[in-house]
């Protein structure tokens, strides 16, 4: 029997929930590591699979998560702690605020963050059906959660492409500290988290809602980019050779879900290129792929056609979306996804 996942190990469940609350909208993401048929195995060189990347989908934070936002890079787990962020969409799009600003843009102009939790206030005449709303939590807990503050220490930007359009994103280098620090006396039942952490912030604002680059190469280069700066390095490399890898857009399922659907798929061809083989031995193997070594069940989607079954592109998608919905959101979206594989796939030949 394959393992297999459920909602609750998908959901990104916060440490210290403040009020009991662990909710954040965001989802752990697994790439699909599809298991090749005994028949085709004992036909290929011994080859160990690389070690699938780990990924966070999520919503760009709302003025009142940041700090439940940035709380996450501070975990004292280094399986559960991203270095880096990329985020795919901009601030404002179109004079509609699509992300708070959970950063500061200015070297100089550290941003402080607080907690904060949700409240529902309690029905009245004039309101019988009250909305949730925001509100500090109490002071004992505000003391023992502490802020953070986010300090810009560099900005570079990114490659420009050949077509000379621009820089696809810019490269920040943030640190995260939690202001004080923890009062080992005054905990008040929170866990320990780290105290400070560096955090590598990839800021792409070129890529609108619902929409697609113009080209895939920019794309391409921020995955490696953004794979290479996860690496974990020292002591901790012994248990696992990556950190996982947050992603944001507004929502956190089109525009996220593309760049993850796109790194699921070249990190498989990349694997299955490694063998040598002609292009129809290689579109035979990916044609009989079994499923993945991890599974969901029960599936929240209805299984693929049988007639997709040799479209990687199509396989990945769905698993993707069976660990969050939505992702991959449009045609358009989708569109892009195959260009970029198939870019990336004639770059190995």
């Not at 952490?197 to 391409?220: F, K, M, N, Q, R």
Request: glycine share 4%; aromatic share 6%; charged share 20%.
């Amino acid at each position: 029997m394959l393992p297999t996942l459920g909602d609750q190990a998908i959901r990104y469940h916060l440490d210290n929930p403040i009020q009991e609350n662990d909710y954040i909208n965001a989802s752990w993401i697994s790439e699909p590591a599809f298991e090749l048929p005994d028949s085709l195995l004992s036909q290929l060189p011994d080859s160990q699979p690389p070690q699938p990347q780990t990924w966070i989908a999520s919503q760009g934070p709302l003025d009142r998560t940041c700090y439940e936002f940035w709380r996450i890079f501070l975990h004292p787990d280094v399986a559960r702690r991203p270095k880096v962020i990329i985020q795919l969409t901009a601030f404002e799009e179109r004079s509609a605020v699509k992300c708070a600003r959970y950063k500061p843009d200015e070297e100089e102009s550290p941003r402080e963050f607080s907690p904060y939790c949700t409240v529902k206030p309690d029905p009245s005449p004039s309101n019988p059906n009250p909305r949730w709303d925001w509100a500090p939590p109490d002071q004992a807990q505000m003391s023992a959660l502490g802020r953070i503050q986010v300090t810009l220490q560099s900005k570079q930007l990114g490659p420009v492409p050949r077509d000379g359009s621009g820089s696809f994103y810019r490269k920040n280098k943030l640190l995260v500290e939690l202001l004080p620090a923890q009062d080992e006396q005054n905990q008040q039942g929170i866990q320990p988290i780290l105290q400070k952490a560096i955090v590598t912030h990839y800021e792409c604002t070129g890529w609108h809602d619902h929409g697609t680059p113009d080209s895939v190469e920019p794309i391409l280069e921020l995955i490696d980019s953004a794979k290479a700066d996860s690496k974990i390095s020292g002591p901790e490399d012994s248990a696992q050779s990556t950190s996982p890898i947050l992603v944001h857009c507004s929502a956190g399922v089109g525009r996220t879900g593309t760049l993850i659907a796109i790194a699921s798929c070249n990190a498989q061809l990349a694997h299955l290129r490694s063998y040598n083989l002609p292009d129809h031995v290689l579109q035979n193997i990916i044609s009989h792929l079994g499923p993945p070594r991890l599974v969901l069940e029960p599936r929240r989607i209805p299984a693929l056609p049988a007639e997709l079954n040799g479209d990687l592109v199509a396989r990945t998608v769905d698993f993707l979306r069976e660990q969050r919905v939505i992702m991959v959101q449009t045609p358009g979206q989708l569109d892009f996804v195959y260009k970029a594989v198939a870019h990336f796939s004639a770059s190995l030949s």
